[in-house]
């Protein structure tokens, strides 16, 4: 049996992937002690679909470790559709604690469960590759911030930026942008500390986009490594009400950075539709 496993994923192939940190050994192991297809191994892996894992009873131009790669790196997950629920995670937050002596830094951990943020709301989210970087600065989040208020308009409960960054880089980034700090409120989970508008969602450990099935890496590419694929979704008690992923699937060290379906006009257009 450990053979046949062999066929599939080479040791080699597995150590180099091993360094990018998303196999782990019990992965390896699960693929050896199969004596199944390449559809087996797709089906241990969670993947749903494994049309692109498969050429007949073989695999396809993708070599199976390219192939356990990009499965671990979503985290088992296939990619999120309408009608799914959202993964259940912590986010590691940071919120202002006013009885704090150290007024230089009076921020404290909070840990936020998905289900604090999302669980009976309709909320909107849209997830970008990196704070700082160029589109998600220039356009991203400054045209949900422009937008926000319409966005509510349209019976939102509120709108979150998703990045696979800690909580320091997203504050310091909404800082940079301009945003409004909430130094009051404690209305939402991410307040004190966070902002009035476009809350800013810190997915650090990158579990809510490997459970959305959206995690990807530009390594080669920007050297970003292991971050969010850009899409947008409505969140309604938990479900996919409706998403939008660019380029209409995740890709892995992609050269272009698609901007086109995500964007806060985009998402504008389909509430005020689905509000008629």
Request: glycine share 8%.
């Amino acid at each position: 049996t450990q053979t046949a496993g062999r066929r599939l994923v080479k040791m080699s192939s597995f150590r180099r992937f091993m360094k990018f940190g998303v196999v782990s050994a019990a992965s390896f192991s699960a693929c050896t002690a199969s004596t199944q297809t390449a559809g087996s191994l797709a089906k241990l892996s969670g993947v749903a679909s494994v049309a692109h894992l498969r050429r007949s009873n073989g695999i396809n131009k993708m070599s199976a470790a390219t192939g356990l790669r990009a499965m671990s790196l979503r985290g088992g997950a296939a990619m999120a559709k309408e009608g799914d629920t959202v993964p259940s995670v912590i986010f590691k937050c940071r919120v202002r604690d006013n009885s704090l002596t150290n007024t230089a830094n009076p921020f404290t951990w909070k840990d936020v469960k998905t289900e604090d943020i999302f669980k009976g709301k309709r909320v909107v989210v849209f997830a970008l590759p990196g704070a700082f970087t160029p589109t998600c600065s220039s356009t991203h989040l400054p045209g949900y911030e422009k937008h926000y208020d319409d966005i509510k308009k349209c019976g939102v409960d509120e709108v979150y930026c998703l990045s696979v960054n800690d909580a320091f880089v997203m504050r310091q980034w909404g800082l940079a942008q301009g945003c409004e700090e909430e130094k009051t409120s404690t209305e939402n989970p991410l307040n004190p500390g966070n902002f009035k508008k476009v809350k800013l969602l810190p997915d650090g450990a990158c579990l809510f986009t490997r459970g959305m099935g959206m995690s990807c890496v530009w390594d080669s590419e920007r050297g970003f490594g292991e971050r969010s694929w850009r899409y947008s979704v409505v969140i309604n008690d938990m479900k996919v009400e409706k998403i939008f992923v660019e380029a209409g699937q995740v890709n892995q060290n992609s050269g272009p950075d698609p901007f086109e379906v995500s964007d806060a006009g985009t998402m504008l257009k389909y509430l005020q539709s689905a509000k008629k």
